[in-house]
C-alpha cells in the first residue's frame, strides 16, 4: 500500500483573455512564508487588458516567489510554489532554487533605484479592461454605472526598472510615510508620471503607505502658502508652442482597443435602432424611493432603474443575451452586466454577475464597492469576464445619444444617451418632459430587426411605467 506523497502546488501566470500571452506581476499581497488560504488575494497581475487581483486557489504556505514585482512572464508559466500538504517550505524552496528555478525577489540586496529611474518605472502600469475588446463584457458607466471611459497602458519602449527591487527615490515632500522613501505600485507610476504629479506629494493609503493607482487619480495638489495667502487663482498650465507636435506610441492597452475595434467593425455586420424614452415619472419614483432611504445612506441613481430595466427586458428577449462563436449561439438565462469604469487614460469593465436577481437597492450595494475596486486595481479574476450583455453610457457628459460597437462575442450592445428636459407633444399640447435616447447595436447574423425593436419597445415600457419590472 501505498501513501500519497505531499506535492507543492505551482501558482501559474493565468490566461485572462483569449488575446492575452503573457501578464506582469503588479504587485505580490503576500510573501515567502506568509499563510494563504483559499480564495485569499496574493497578488495583482497586469493582463494585457487589466490590472486584477490572483486569488489562491488552494490553502497553504507560500514557499518560494518565483517572479518578481515588475517582471513579465507567459502565461501559465509559475511565478509562485505554495506549500499545500505537510512539505516544508524551505526544503520547498531549495528544490526549486536546485532547478535553477529564479530565486524570490531580494529586494533588501538590491540597490536603490536613482530618482531618474522612476519615469522608466512607469512603464510598468496596469493595462484595464477595453470595453469593447475581445471576450470582454461592459456596460454601464457613468458616475453611478454609467459611462464609457477608457483604460489605463503601459508605454511601449519605456526602460523598466530591475524586476527585484521596489523602485525608491528620496523623498522631500509630505511622501507617503515611509521615510526617505517613496513606494509605489507601478501602475501608480505610470500614471504619476503621465499626469506630471510629483510622487513626493501623494499620500499613499496602501499597505505600508504604498501608494496605489487611486491615490494618484484622486491626488489634488495643495496651493503653496504664497499663493493661498493671496488667495490667486491657480497658474494655468503652459500652452504648446504653434506648430509643435507631439508623437505619441500606441501604447500595450490602446492596440488591444484598437485590435478588438477593427475585428468587431470588419467582422460583424451592425445595425442600429433607437428609441426614445419618457423617464419622467422615473425620476419622480427615484426620487421618492431616495427619500425614504435617505436614513440608511442609500442613493439610487438612474443607472440601477436602467440596469434593471435592461435585465428584465432581457429576460423577455433572449436572443439579445447571446453570444455567437462563430458556430453556435448560446442563450444565457442568467444575465451579467458589467460597469464600464473611467481610469487614468482609459477603461476597465467590471462584470456583475446574475444581476436580473438582484432589486434596485442591492444592485446600487453590489454596484459601489464593484466599481471601486475596479477602479483601485484591486478588481478580482472572476469580475473581469463572462458578461451577456453591454450597456455604455455617456449621459453624464450630456451626449444626446451615439452608438456602440459590439463587443464579441456578444451580439448586442445598448448605447445610453443623457436624460434631459426635451419639448414633447402630448395630446395636442407641447410639454416638458424628461427624455432619454438609446440606440441598440445588434448583429445582423444572430439578431433581426424585428427582435431588436421588440427588446426596445419591452425596455420603454418598463422604464415609462417602472412598476412593470415588478410583474
Do not use: F, N, Q
Given at each position: 500500500m501505498y501513501s500519497e506523497v505531499p506535492m507543492p502546488t505551482e501558482i501559474t501566470m493565468p490566461q485572462q483573455s483569449d488575446t492575452m500571452t503573457e501578464g506582469t506581476v503588479v504587485a505580490w499581497r503576500k510573501k515567502e512564508g506568509d499563510k494563504i488560504k483559499q480564495g485569499e488575494i496574493v497578488?495583482?497581475?497586469?493582463?494585457?487588458?487589466?490590472?486584477?487581483?490572483m486569488e489562491a486557489f488552494e490553502a497553504g504556505t507560500i514557499a518560494v516567489v518565483l517572479v518578481a514585482e515588475g517582471q513579465k512572464v507567459p502565461v501559465g508559466s509559475p511565478i509562485a510554489v505554495v506549500a499545500t500538504g505537510k512539505e516544508i517550505p524551505a526544503d520547498v524552496k531549495k528544490q526549486y532554487a536546485n532547478r535553477g528555478a529564479a530565486g524570490p525577489p531580494a529586494a533588501a540586496s538590491q540597490p536603490a533605484v536613482k530618482p531618474t529611474a522612476v519615469a522608466a518605472d512607469s512603464a510598468t502600469s496596469g493595462t484595464p479592461q477595453p470595453l469593447h475588446s475581445s471576450g470582454a463584457t461592459a456596460t454601464i458607466e457613468e458616475p453611478t454605472p454609467g459611462e464609457i471611459h477608457e483604460p489605463a497602458s503601459v508605454g511601449h519602449g519605456a526602460t523598466r526598472t530591475p524586476a527585484h527591487a521596489v523602485p525608491t527615490v528620496?523623498?522631500?515632500?509630505?511622501g507617503n510615510g515611509n521615510g526617505d522613501r517613496i513606494i509605489a505600485s507601478p501602475l501608480a507610476r505610470r500614471i504619476a508620471a503621465d499626469k506630471g504629479i510629483d510622487l513626493h506629494q501623494v499620500r499613499g493609503t496602501g499597505p505600508n503607505g504604498r501608494i496605489v493607482q487611486q491615490d494618484v487619480l484622486t491626488f489634488a495638489p495643495e496651493p503653496s502658502k504664497a499663493v493661498a495667502d493671496r488667495?490667486?487663482?491657480?497658474?494655468?498650465?503652459?500652452?504648446?508652442a504653434a506648430g509643435a507636435t507631439e508623437v505619441i506610441p500606441m501604447t500595450k492597452m490602446r492596440s488591444a482597443i484598437a485590435a478588438a475595434l477593427q475585428r468587431s467593425k470588419q467582422q460583424i455586420p451592425h445595425f442600429y435602432e433607437t428609441i426614445d424614452i419618457d423617464v419622467e415619472e422615473l425620476s419622480a419614483m427615484r426620487a421618492r424611493i431616495n427619500e425614504q432611504l435617505e436614513k440608511q445612506k442609500i442613493k439610487l441613481s438612474l443607472a440601477d432603474f436602467i440596469a434593471k430595466g435592461v435585465c428584465v427586458a432581457l429576460l423577455r428577449n433572449p436572443a439579445v443575451n447571446a453570444t455567437f462563436d462563430g458556430s453556435n449561439i448560446t442563450r444565457y438565462a442568467d444575465v451579467h452586466l458589467g460597469m464600464a469604469v473611467a481610469v487614468a487614460d482609459g477603461l476597465i469593465v467590471p462584470v456583475l454577475k446574475n444581476a436580473d436577481k438582484m432589486g434596485l437597492r442591492e444592485l446600487r450595494e453590489k454596484t459601489g464597492p464593484l466599481i471601486d475596486r475596479a477602479r483601485s486595481g484591486k478588481q478580482k479574476q472572476d469580475e473581469a469576464s463572462g458578461g451577456t450583455f453591454t450597456i455604455s453610457s455617456l449621459g453624464a457628459f450630456g451626449i444626446r445619444d451615439f452608438a456602440a460597437i459590439i463587443n464579441p462575442p456578444q451580439v448586442a450592445i445598448l448605447a445610453v444617451g443623457a436624460a434631459e428636459k426635451r419639448a414633447v407633444v402630448r395630446g395636442d399640447q407641447v410639454v416638458a418632459r424628461t427624455m432619454m435616447s438609446v440606440t441598440l447595436s445588434a448583429d445582423h447574423r444572430i439578431v433581426d430587426g424585428a427582435t431588436a425593436a421588440e427588446f426596445l419597445r419591452t425596455l420603454k415600457t418598463l422604464l415609462e411605467e417602472p412598476g412593470m419590472m415588478l410583474v
Open positions: 497578488a495583482e497581475i497586469e493582463t494585457d487588458k487589466a490590472v486584477m487581483e528620496p523623498s522631500h515632500g509630505k488667495g490667486a487663482a491657480p497658474v494655468a498650465s503652459p500652452t504648446r
